[in-house]
């Protein structure tokens, strides 16, 4: 990273003394944990802070510390505003209504739109919290236990416990650097990946036993009514893709899951040597070549027949 611009943001962020820090929308665990570690190592160098997720924290992170702290709406005025894990604005939801452009975007996100005064957007880190961790000490930030736990929490569920294919050493250096600073790593890695409630499995089990499979293309969807007849109280997939790509044999998996504002939000999952950001983009949405997500208008028959129309098409190009 250029270090002039590592500089002028370290002056920026010492002379700010009040301060909001705002991720995205259906936050993932490098949306929290990349917020956390930001807003609390801001705290600890007595600065005031507000941290901002306009869908506020989902359950299964409320255990990180500070995590009671964050809220869904800003309230005043700010003298510096930094988006974290957003490549784009529409990403922060509501959370920045009202607000002139941010000043600092700090990002690893490919599909960034660059849309803030300072972009800090680097392709090949696992998680924005891997960021974070090197440029902290540069900004003259402290990365106490609790940002190290936040950080490394941001590492561990990004990169599905290390095992992502854009996994590096310097990740590994990194995630090794935080465990040192106080971060539990078996804490984390159980509670933010692994720990599941009793309806989130019923919820897995309608996914599964709904599979649809087209030669190396495979993929399931979640209605509102699925959640109701579990009682699964989000309208996400509960982490269900992830389990889609243990499967031998198909190189894009899908879900759809019907949001119940007439949209519907789509995640796709491939195999080294697909891009499905780029059929995500085409649909509004972003993220990696691996990973990526789109909300969609229609009905989840209608988005579900115009995405598989697309992501065929990347069969095309092998
Ligand atoms: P997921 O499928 O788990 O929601 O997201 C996979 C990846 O795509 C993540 O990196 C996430 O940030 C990104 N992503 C998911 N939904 C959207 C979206 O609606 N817009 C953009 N720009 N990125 C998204
Ligand atoms: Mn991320």
Redesign the pocket.
């Known amino acids: 990273m250029d270090e002039s611009l590592l500089q002028i943001v370290r002056k920026q962020v010492n002379s700010a003394q009040n301060l909001l820090v705002v991720s995205?929308?259906?936050p993932?665990g490098d949306?929290v944990g990349s917020l956390l570690g930001f807003g609390l190592s801001l705290q600890a160098a007595g600065k005031e802070v507000q941290m901002v997720l306009s869908d506020g924290v989902p359950g299964d992170f409320r255990h990180l510390h500070g995590s009671e702290h964050i809220r869904t709406q800003p309230e005043g005025t700010f003298d510096f505003v930094v988006t974290v894990?957003c490549?784009?604005l529409?990403?922060t939801g509501s959370a920045l209504n009202g607000y002139s452009v941010p000043d600092l975007n700090i990002d690893h996100?490919p599909?960034n739109l660059n849309f803030a005064k300072i972009n800090l957007v680097e392709v090949e880190a696992v998680a924005t919290s891997e960021m974070l961790a090197e440029y902290l000490p540069e900004f003259g930030l402290r990365i106490t236990p609790y940002v190290a736990a936040a950080l490394l929490n941001g590492i561990v569920t990004?990169t599905l416990g290390f095992r992502t294919y854009n996994m590096t050493p310097k990740a590994l250096r990194v995630a090794a650097d935080l465990v040192e600073a106080g971060a539990p790593l078996p804490e984390l890695y159980h509670r933010s990946l692994l720990s599941r409630s009793f309806n989130a499995l019923r919820y897995w089990g309608v996914g599964l036993s709904n599979l649809q499979r087209e030669e190396r293309m495979v993929w399931t969807s979640l209605s509102m009514e699925d959640r109701r007849a579990v009682s699964y109280p989000g309208r996400?997939d509960a982490d269900l893709?992830n389990i889609l790509t243990t499967l031998r044999g198909a190189d894009v998996v899908l879900?759809f899951v019907e949001q119940g504002n007439g949209r519907v939000?789509?995640?796709?999952?491939s195999q080294p040597g697909f891009d499905v950001?780029r059929i995500?983009l085409e649909f509004?949405?972003?993220?990696?070549k691996a990973?990526?997500?789109?909300?969609i208008e229609g009905t989840l028959a209608d988005v579900q027949e115009k995405v598989l129309l697309a992501t065929r098409t990347l069969f095309d190009e092998i």
């Open positions: 995205h929308v259906r993932d949306a894990d490549s784009d529409e990403r996100h599909t990004d996400d893709i879900i939000k789509v995640s796709w999952r950001s995500a509004g949405g972003g993220g990696h990973a990526a997500g789109a909300e």
